[in-house]
């Protein structure tokens, strides 16, 4: 039988040394939070704020006056995050949610891995092994870099099969995500094939039956034989009691920003939205008393900024803002809770920026000792009617070239890519435009300047698009890739957890007090 007399003087005298020592009181040196939810805006960097922020205050048919986000700058405790990894000056997102997971410094597109391609134990599985539940959240697709880094040890991100196993063998309650490709055996190519029919017969129309793997393994098997309930449309995650549930929603990527905008209304759509998953992410794991830990990642605010695509980056960045909403009232609520908000860097090198195109015409001053005096503009400075333009995209540029690159090649044409943007777009091009961004040099599409900057082939129209529509939207990028501008990190919850985020920090080291918030 324990001494609890003695053991209760121990505590006396730990706390007393505690804070003759450092001046804290035991409560506060003690304390760790129950809970940790990861915010991660892929991409979103102090202009992507900006953007946001401008569109909420100024945008004339804006109905959204206060965003969430500026709700958390102003509760948290906010600080400045540098992103590099190991002898590189820009980072991609492996290596920096690498960083954030495992509180030690990476290498360039490494998964789980420290810069010298050892393994360690990352936050969630840390936290796992405490005993805490465990989730991951996304709107890219489960086995993309950022959830990858918490559950997975590679030692590149391409490898997407092999990230796939090991997130399974992570043993993680909730994940919620994309990604079915990699799940499903090879076999499922094989119109003919058992697993085909197996598979087209439970898998919703809307996700496309395809593989990714090279073998004929069956994660999607050894998810339920590991306990796992399986989820493919929004219907059956909002109403499965398991608290462990494997999620794939398609089978690449989730709807971007603008198609979750315009179907959220519909109760019979079959993808979730951003926040639905971190709805029921934060449902199930909060039913464990030991606490959890939830990473949620707004990964496709990267993949617009890649694709240069204001009005979709836009829409993404007003998405994830009623996801850090929901987290923030339920963090608020439950008051053991710490939210850490912050991105793996900044992707576009994005700005408006006031140039010599369209210069305003003069314009009358009827104030105070100036009656009828005219005020000549040298520049255009942006009028914030753009923001509205921006908001009313009806289609991402990927949409826009995926579907015209659909047709067939006689339908090609660029009257027709024309009368494609300007149907969605408020931004007009002209066929001068049109023939300009379908024109191939050397057989490729690449940004013509900068070209070394645009590495994504499968961007480049969309690049090229974004550069004829500069001029009309006082935007300008610097890159179709990521920039190295420090991002914002904001924390919210118990005060002495939260206030060692504010400063300057390496995202290993965020990741370092991420860990020790919890005590692992």
Request: aromatic share 8%; glycine share 8%; charged share 20%.
């Amino acid at each position: 039988m324990k001494n609890t007399r003695l053991n209760g003087y121990g505590n006396i005298l730990a706390a007393l040394f505690i804070f003759i020592a450092t001046g804290v009181p035991v409560a506060s040196a003690q304390k760790k939070a129950k809970n940790v939810i990861l915010l991660i805006g892929d991409g979103m960097g102090p202009q992507q704020y900006a953007m946001v922020m401008n569109y909420a205050r100024l945008a004339p048919q804006s109905k959204i006056k206060k965003l969430n986000l500026e709700r958390l700058l102003s509760k948290g405790e906010m600080g400045l995050m540098l992103t590099y990894a190991k002898d590189a000056i820009v980072v991609d997102s492996a290596a920096s949610a690498t960083q954030l997971s495992l509180g030690l410094v990476s290498g360039s597109e490494m998964i789980g891995l420290d810069y010298k391609g050892n393994s360690h134990k990352t936050i969630l599985e840390k936290a796992r092994d405490a005993g805490k539940a465990t989730g991951l959240v996304s709107d890219t697709r489960l086995t993309h870099a950022t959830p990858a880094a918490f559950a997975a040890h590679q030692p590149h991100r391409s490898w997407e099969n092999e990230i796939a196993a090991d997130m399974l063998k992570a043993n993680v309650d909730i994940m919620l995500s994309a990604g079915l490709r990699n799940f499903i055996p090879s076999s499922v190519n094989e119109l003919n094939s058992p697993a085909y029919a197996k598979y087209k017969a439970i898998i919703p129309k809307h996700i496309p039956l395809g593989s990714k793997r090279k073998d004929k393994r069956d994660l999607l098997e050894e998810a339920k034989k590991s306990g796992y309930s399986l989820a493919f449309d929004r219907q059956t995650l909002l109403t499965t009691k398991s608290t462990k549930i494997l999620g794939l929603f398609d089978s690449a990527e989730m709807p971007n920003g603008i198609a979750e905008f315009q179907s959220e209304s519909n109760p019979n759509r079959p993808h979730p939205t951003l926040n639905e998953m971190a709805r029921v992410a934060i449902d199930k794991l909060s039913q464990d008393k030991d606490g959890f830990f939830l990473m949620i990642e707004a990964g496709q605010i990267d993949w617009a900024a890649h694709a240069n695509d204001a009005g979709t980056m836009l829409h993404q960045l007003l998405q994830f803002d009623k996801t850090i909403g929901y987290v923030l009232d339920w963090a608020e609520k439950d008051g053991d809770t710490l939210v850490v908000l912050t991105a793996d860097h900044e992707t576009g090198s994005f700005g408006f920026s006031y140039s010599s195109h369209n210069v305003p015409e003069p314009q009358k001053i009827d104030g105070d000792g100036f009656k009828n005096a005219k005020f000549s503009p040298n520049y255009n400075f942006g009028p914030i009617q753009l923001l509205d333009k921006l908001y009313n995209q009806k289609k991402s540029y990927t949409q826009v070239v995926r579907e015209f690159e659909a047709l067939g090649n006689n339908y090609q044409t660029p009257e027709k890519f024309m009368k494609m943007v300007n149907e969605v777009s408020d931004f007009a091009i002209s066929l001068d435009d049109a023939k300009q961004v379908l024109a191939p040099l050397n057989g490729k599409y690449y940004v013509h300047d900068f070209k070394d900057f645009y590495v994504y082939e499968e961007n480049h129209r969309e690049n090229r698009l974004a550069r004829v529509l500069a001029r009309q939207q006082n935007i300008v990028w610097g890159t179709g890739t990521h920039t190295a501008t420090p991002v914002a990190v904001t924390a919210f919850g118990p005060k002495h957890l939260s206030s060692q985020f504010k400063g300057i920090h390496h995202s290993s080291e965020v990741g370092a007090m991420l860990q020790s918030a919890m005590g692992l």
